[in-house]
């Protein structure tokens, strides 16, 4: 496998603050249910403006972690640090072109090699010195109507005998290929005010108003191949899952 690829994706600040929390929170800083201190107590703790807490903070809230209680501030959730029962709802296929009324003419694709974090520890449930971090951006004509971003182990690289240097092929596997070669998947579905692309100069339409559907992968093993995180603004949704007895 070649490495050569080039990191692609800027990491923002306001991101290693985000790690920097969860690894926090991981060691028990604060106990699990607990709130977090105010906002400016927590900024200058960590020697930063409070505008980039919150960003850190809208992002740990997407990805369930922390829960935002009105007027009284926020709270370790206690559901992401433990197993949850998996419940199958439908057919294991690519949730963006299930639930987004658009067909897209374009799906842009950046990835780069990062260091393993906390955060990804957690979702996909190992200790990887090294993931793959992926956005795709959907297109419709001049518009961005959909976005993804994925984290993907080395494990899941090697044992798919992806070329990282191959845009084609590694986004044929994000869309197509793992769907068919996967187990099952889980999919937990949030709504978001927030969606943290990783250059400001790209603006989702209706990005205040998002889908955001958290997914992990499995194959045959415990680890997840990848998780994805899917925002579908609310205007362009169709999401509509089918109940059996």
Known sequence: MNKSISNKLKRPLYVNVYDELLLQFTKGKYPVGSRLPSEPDLARELGISRSTLRQAMALLQDDGIVRNVHG????????????????????????????????????????????????????????????????????????????????MSMQTVESSSLDLDNKEQVLD??????????????????????????????????????????????????????????YIPQQFSKIKLNIYK
């Open 72 to 151: 009284k501030g926020n709270f370790l959730i206690d559901s992401f640090f433990k197993q949850q029962e998996v419940v199958q709802l439908e057919k294991l296929s690519n949730p963006i072109h299930k639930y987004h009324i658009s067909t897209f003419d374009q799906i842009e694709i950046n990835y780069g090699l990062e260091s393993g974090t906390e955060y990804t520890k957690q979702v996909l449930n190992g200790d990887s010195s090294e993931v793959v971090a992926l956005e795709r951006l959907y297109r419709k004509g001049n518009d961005l109507v959909a976005y993804a971003f994925t984290f």
């Open 173 to 230: 596997f994000l869309e197509n290929e793992v769907y068919v070669n996967a187990n099952h998947g889980e999919i937990e579905i949030k709504y978001t005010h927030t969606v943290n692309l990783s250059t400001q100069k790209e603006k989702l339409i209706g990005q205040n108003e998002c889908f955001l559907l958290l997914e992990s992968i499995y194959g045959n093993a415990d680890y997840p191949l990848m998780h994805n995180k899917f």
